[in-house]
């Protein structure tokens, strides 16, 4: 027993890694290791040898594990020291960089638009989601019998037959907040009424929830001269083009009079998009001179006072601007789609020099 001891108690302390160490322990403990086929020999042995002998197996096997464990002990922390002494750590580096979260196109957009036409003079006015049938449709010209006011077409609240409120719904544009903030400011004024409204609408270019911005500005002398010279400088700052043309074409809106569809000259050659130049035109927004209902039901004398509104849809240009083909993917898309569209904050154009940060 003292042969084996020191036989393996030498070898254990001579090995350098522990690649030499499993052999040695193998060689000792393994199935076939030495200890272990004297282990076997003790069925051989009368009961007073088994005795005997048994007993200092296991207190030898009891020992070489234990200088086995020790050594790997002794290994592992003399390899951590050796990694300490040879690598280091410069704790004045900057961390690693983490993924940050992005922007939706459409909040960078609504704040895209927001700046220019604060550099403009125009000032944020904001109202409810849920409206009344009266600022969505009435105080703005539209007669009951419109489509609009059809339940195909407008998401209107539930009431109980008994209910005698007026009736509610969804907005369909930010126009409500205009006659919001003529009631509460008067004239003049000048604001822009970003926002989400809802209509009955889904397709490649439609969403039952979209975002626009309509704009307000009302003075003594304010004509259609003044709302082209507006929209020309927001479509420069916008789409950061030295130059645009637009287009007016006569339509018809309820609270505008006259009123007009604009477009814009652009060309799609190769399938891509550029603004203010080329042979195509674009239509990009609708327009007009307030009516003057709209300015009556808002407290306004339209014989003393005048001005023009218009409508963007939000998620278009963000669309025409960013190259994004179908409106349904601002609403559906999981976050790869957004990684690859976000926006870094604070990447804000102005109408005086393209993007500020």
């Not at 410069?90 to 940050?100: C, E, H, S």
């Amino acid at each position: 027993m003292d042969a084996l001891r020191n036989k393996f108690l030498s070898a254990i302390d001579a090995v350098a890694d522990e690649a030499a160490l499993e052999e040695v322990r193998l060689a000792a403990l393994g199935k076939k290791g030495e200890i272990s086929l004297k282990m076997r020999e003790l069925g051989k042995m009368t009961p007073e040898e088994r005795q005997t002998v048994g007993k200092s197996l296991n207190v030898l096997k009891d020992e070489i594990d234990a200088a086995l464990r020790a050594k790997k002990t002794a290994l592992a922390d003399a390899a951590l020291d050796a990694r300490l002494r040879d690598e280091w750590l410069d704790v004045t580096l900057p961390a690693r960089p983490r993924r940050q979260g992005t922007i939706h196109p459409v909040s960078q957009v609504m704040d895209e638009v927001t700046a220019i036409f604060a550099d403009m003079g125009f000032a944020v006015a904001e109202g409810p989601q849920v409206e009344s049938d009266w600022y969505n449709f009435d105080a703005l010209n539209i007669a009951p019998e419109h489509p609009a006011r059809q339940e195909h077409d407008t998401f209107f609240m539930n009431r109980d037959a008994a209910d005698p409120r007026p009736p509610h719904v969804l907005r369909t544009h930010t126009s409500p907040v205009q006659i919001r903030a003529m009631q509460k400011q008067g004239a003049p004024i000048r604001v822009i009424a970003p926002g989400r409204v809802y209509r009955m609408d889904m397709d490649q270019t439609h969403t039952p929830m979209f975002h626009q911005v309509e704009g307000l500005a009302l003075g003594k002398d304010i004509s259609m001269a003044n709302l082209k010279w507006v929209l020309e400088e927001f479509c420069k700052a916008f789409f950061e083009v030295d130059e645009v043309e637009l287009r007016f074409r006569a339509s018809h809106f309820p609270f505008t009079e006259p009123s007009a569809e604009v477009d814009i000259r652009c060309s799609w050659e190769g399938g891509q998009l550029k603004i203010g130049e080329g042979k195509d035109w674009m239509e990009i927004l609708g327009s007009g001179m307030v009516h003057p209902k709209v300015l009556e039901a808002a407290g306004i004398d339209p014989n003393e006072w005048q001005g023009f509104a218009f409508g963007i849809g939000i998620d278009r240009l963000a669309m025409l601007k960013y190259g994004i083909p179908d409106l349904r993917a601002f609403f559906d898309s999981d976050l790869r789609w957004l990684r690859h569209y976000g926006f870094a904050a604070l990447d804000l154009p102005t109408v005086f020099g393209g993007l500020s940060k």
